[in-house]
């Protein structure tokens, strides 16, 4: 049976290798979940308040970043709610809660990106040994319905979409070293997944997906599953070779609130 509570010591080594990452533990035996991002950059993770989405976020943004040095790994963090204000990333990295940052963030990263494609005219068995010199860049889009998709009416960037310059990129993202994390409420998902150009894309990729806690009566079907009510961190992971399979996704604060535990217990004996 799954734990209601996954701490990050209980299923052993959390990096398996660069992008390769345990995120759980599956239900038929209990294995460690490991989010291979290396074959495919591309998550979503759907669920209702307190479900376990921003948890999730916080547990890859740390396990990537105590296994990662600054010249390896670099993080965009759009964070609409401030969920994740105080994780720390590396030097540099963008962090924004401001609506007004996210279109010339996403230009700034599709610029980049953009200058890792081969070069025109490269042979068969050029391209073949090609690779992009740089590090691999994560960005992670905390509730990706909050912002809005509709071209900015005023400013420098009149006219402009935030996700169009990222969706020309996602089905080369594996070879160009971008990874891309998003989360959404579970109400209104499958409906986001049609009309949202970034999820629809995302959805055509088969990008793989977690559905956390969502309500079975309105949040409608992705890929033929339904959401169901499900305990914090309980999630039906879709992947594009596996059946759905029930997880328990780690939580990175059990760790913290034992180790808080003990110090104040230590403290009251002395």
Do not use: C
Request: hydrophobic fraction near 40%.
């Amino acid at each position: 049976m799954l734990p209601t509570n996954l701490a990050p010591h209980a299923v052993g080594e959390l990096y398996r290798g660069p992008d390769q990452l345990v995120i759980g533990q599956r239900e038929e035996d209990l294995a460690p979940v490991i989010l291979d991002l290396a074959a495919n950059p591309l998550l979503m993770v759907f669920g209702d308040a307190r479900s376990g989405k921003t948890t999730l976020l916080r547990h890859i943004i740390r396990t990537v970043r105590e296994h990662s040095t600054a010249d390896r790994v670099a993080f965009t963090v759009l964070d609409r709610r401030l969920h994740l204000v105080d994780e720390p990333l590396f030097p540099d990295n963008e962090y924004t809660a401001n609506i007004d940052r996210i279109i010339p963030a996403m230009l700034g990263l599709a610029n980049l990106i953009e200058a890792r494609r081969p070069p025109a005219g490269m042979s068969a068995a050029e391209l073949s040994r090609w690779t992009f010199a740089g590090h691999t860049h994560y960005l992670i889009i905390d509730d990706v319905d909050q912002v809005p998709d509709s071209p900015a009416m005023t400013g420098p960037y009149i006219g402009q979409r935030p996700w169009t310059p990222l969706i020309g990129l996602l089905a080369q993202a594996g070879d160009l070293g971008l990874r891309v994390i998003v989360t959404g409420r579970a109400t209104g998902s499958a409906h986001l997944l049609m009309t949202s150009p970034l999820l629809r894309r995302f959805n055509d990729l088969q990008a793989t997906t977690l559905m956390l806690a969502g309500n079975p009566a309105d949040s409608g079907k992705i890929r033929g599953e339904r959401f169901a009510r499900l305990p914090a961190g309980r999630a039906i992971l879709l992947t594009d070779s596996d059946s759905p399979t029930y997880v328990q996704l780690i939580n990175p604060l059990v760790d913290a609130a034992a180790v808080s535990g003990e110090t104040q217990q230590k403290g009251s004996q002395s």
